[in-house]
């Protein structure tokens, strides 16, 4: 009785993700993974991917330590002197700038203790899918988030009259161009619709006709 031999032949393997990356490809992997990482957990990308009710997840920049060491930055190595500001709704401050030059050194150095430290490593083919996948989901949450509240108008609503009735050297760089971006979309509708209505009454009522007129030159 014969015994027929079975020949069991495996799949072939991914043979790309065996080969060696180069030292510059190396080298760009960590640099930008530490740098984009730190920057995520820096801000408000981190703590969005974890919206838990009544949980107030911190970001790195808000902890003492990072605040003393963006401060310290700031006054002798930048030679600022102003109080710096922490916590408002602007992302273009001067406590903002210095941390991201903190951000940067930090990625810097990390780079280079990573590179030190991990020679023998020849790819980061299943690190690079980690980080990948961390930092697309961050970019997603971020369009998603300015998403909702451009269609739901909550991050630059109209302005209020407390706002409207304000002296305008009080308002802040931002404030000016928050308040007037919801601003120029209502005299945008209302000039289109000025425009509208005098080609509509054309010839009928004279004084509405040049009144809305008037009022479209105004706005133009």
């Not at 730190?38 to 009544?54: E, K, V």
Request: glycine share 4%; hydrophobic share 50%.
């Amino acid at each position: 009785m014969s015994t027929a031999s079975v020949t069991v032949t495996e799949p072939a393997r991914d043979q790309t993700s065996a080969l060696p990356w180069s030292a510059a490809k190396q080298l760009a992997f960590r640099f930008f993974s530490l740098y984009l990482v730190l920057y995520a957990l820096g801000g408000q990308i981190a703590p969005s991917l974890l919206p838990i009710p009544h949980v107030h997840i911190p970001s790195l920049a808000q902890l003492a330590l990072t605040k003393a060491a963006v401060t310290w930055t700031a006054v002798h190595v930048f030679s600022i002197r102003n109080a710096l500001i922490y916590v408002s709704g602007s992302g273009d401050k001067t406590f903002d700038w210095v941390l991201l030059f903190c951000i940067l050194v930090l990625a810097v150095v990390g780079t280079v203790l990573w590179t030190a430290l991990d020679r023998k490593r020849s790819e980061y083919v299943r690190l690079y899918g980690w980080v990948s996948l961390f930092l697309r989901f961050g970019l997603a949450s971020q369009m998603i988030i300015y998403g909702l509240v451009k269609v739901v108008p909550l991050q630059m609503p109209f302005p209020p009259l407390v706002r409207l009735l304000d002296r305008y050297g009080n308002f802040s760089i931002m404030a000016v161009l928050w308040s007037s971006v919801r601003r120029i979309a209502m005299l945008r509708d209302i000039r289109r619709l000025c425009r509208t209505d005098r080609r509509s009454i054309a010839g009928r009522s004279p004084i509405v006709h040049d009144r809305a007129a008037d009022l479209s030159r105004r706005l133009d």
